[in-house]
């Protein structure tokens, strides 16, 4: 059972969009900045979004982050093939001790 | 270009030891948290020990608190793992991952490496 909740899969037709939900507390999403990796098949996960919303040199704008009181979101627009991989987000739990917390994470299909 | 590049890991016994380490270049080494981040076989990631640039602090998961110990040797760009009374369930895909911030419980994880396998099985 994680800590930050996701839905275990997303899917849409390639060219449509996604939205990803990370449902945390205060102790983690609320008082921490959040990020967003993406592991396509096979691979080692890829930094998506850090800081809630900002994305890496490289990471095209489909990819967005937002975050809302305990919660965090990431859509990805104008779905591609290739976008197909799993999507975890996290951030540092700073309540009774300091951890590191992933989601569960998203299996993404773009059908 | 940031790299980072994880030992070979291996096959162990229960109640064994292990140590795994992450080589690092292109980067100023001494300066940044690191990180271990396992993921078992069809399973999600999971967060297993930080450690400091400078100071050397360390964090630790609880499910691998008192076995394992996160150190560093800035001096040869490595990271280390070491790995004790390992678990049928410590079998997974480990990768080192570098932090943003010089400080653990500070970032994210901005690099990571291709990850190593480390099986525990009698």
């Known amino acids: 059972q994680s800590v930050l909740t996701q839905p275990a899969s997303v ?94 994470g998203t299996k993404l299909t773009v059908l | ?21 992450c080589a690092a270049s292109g980067f100023s080494f001494n300066i940044y948290a690191m990180n271990w981040v396992r993921q078992a076989p069809g399973k999600g990631l999971e967060w297993v020990s930080s450690i400091s640039g400078s100071d050397k602090r360390t964090y630790y998961a609880d499910s691998v608190k008192g076995r394992f110990t996160i150190s560093r040797d800035n001096s040869r760009n490595t990271l280390y793992l070491h790995m004790t009374r390992l678990r049928v369930e410590d079998t997974a895909i480990y990768y080192c991952a570098k932090d943003s911030e ?14 190593t396998l480390v099986t525990v099985s009698s």
């Open chain 2, 102 to 115: 010089t400080e653990a419980a500070a970032g994210w994880f901005d690099t990571w490496g291709q990850g």
């Open chain 1, 11 to 104: 899917s849409a037709a390639p060219g449509h969009k996604v939205t990803i939900s990370c449902s945390g507390s205060s102790s983690n999403i609320e008082n921490n900045y959040v990020s967003w990796y993406q592991q396509l098949p096979g691979t080692a996960p890829k930094l998506l979004i850090y800081d809630d919303h900002k994305r890496p040199s490289g990471i095209p704008d489909r990819f967005s982050g937002s975050k809302s009181g305990t919660s965090a979101t990431l859509v990805i627009t104008a779905l591609q093939t290739g976008d197909e991989a799993d999507y975890y987000c996290g951030t540092w739990d700073t309540g009774l001790s300091i951890h590191w917390v992933f989601g569960g």
């Open chain 2, 1 to 21: 270009e940031v790299q980072l590049v994880e030992s070979a890991g291996g096959l162990v016994q229960p109640g064994g030891s292990l140590r795994v380490s």
